[in-house]
T-cell receptor, first 119, second 113 residues
């Protein structure tokens, strides 16, 4: 069965430093997508970055990059040059299959990592 | 453009009452999803719409929960005879189609007394 595991309930990082948030996943489907979302205290889920299972290169979006290691089934999020506004809960999520049509396109979420950026 | 909107933002109700939660997806998005976020269960999928049909409603926890979508746009999640364990944040998301990134609304915080 598909599962997402985030083993770090909470993390601290100094402002301007880089931080890695861990995510491992389990699926038997060769096609899947991996997502990271940020949830600040306001509650809204903000999409950060996406990695497809067939993508050859690691995804990057500004200060966010995804360290995708397919053989290890890990999809860690790297935030470079942390800012105070990065303090939030971060969720890793997976969608099995390529999506579309009548396929189930639901996201399975991990339990999240609470990141605190210290000045 | 406008993002996903949800109403009400907060809802307090008494046990046994019915509630309706509304979601307005991003214009042009054909896929719509409902999730629930609670302290004990984390983030759980409830139902997925493609257009007005629901290919996957496997996450609805009981027959007290139902959802519909009309005109390929607005969706309503209805909870009948609410129970205290229904207290949670109900999140709606939409995507251009089922294969694209899901964008979330601000959620409805439901408290059942």
């Amino acid at each position: 069965a598909q599962k997402i595991t985030q083993t770090q309930p909470g993390m601290f990082v100094q402002e301007k430093e880089a931080v890695t948030l861990d995510c491992t996943y389990d699926t038997s489907d060769p096609s899947y997508g991996l997502f990271w979302y940020k949830q600040p205290s306001s509650g809204e889920m903000i999409f950060l970055i996406y990695q497809g299972s067939y993508d050859q290169q690691n995804a990057t979006e500004g200060r966010y990059s995804l360290n995708f290691q397919k053989a290890r089934k890990s999809a860690n999020l790297v935030i470079s040059a942390s800012q105070l506004g990065d303090s939030a809960m971060y969720f890793c999520a997976m969608r099995e299959g390529l999506g579309g049509g009548g396929a189930t396109n639901k996201l399975i979420f991990g339990t999240g990592t609470l990141l605190a950026v210290q000045p | 453009g406008a993002g996903v909107s949800q109403s009400p933002s907060n809802k307090v109700t008494e046990k046994g009452k019915d509630v309706e939660l509304r979601c307005d997806p991003i214009s042009g998005h054909t896929a719509l999803y409902w999730y629930r976020q609670s302290l004990g269960q984390g983030l759980e999928f409830l139902i997925y719409f493609q257009g007005n049909s629901a290919p996957d409603k496997s996450g609805l926890p009981s027959d007290r929960f139902s959802a519909e979508r009309t005109g390929g746009s607005v969706s309503t999640l209805t909870i009948q005879r609410t129970q205290q364990e229904d207290s949670a944040v109900y999140l709606c998301a939409s995507s251009l189609d089922g294969s694209e990134t899901q964008y979330f609304g601000p959620g409805t915080r439901l408290l059942v007394l």
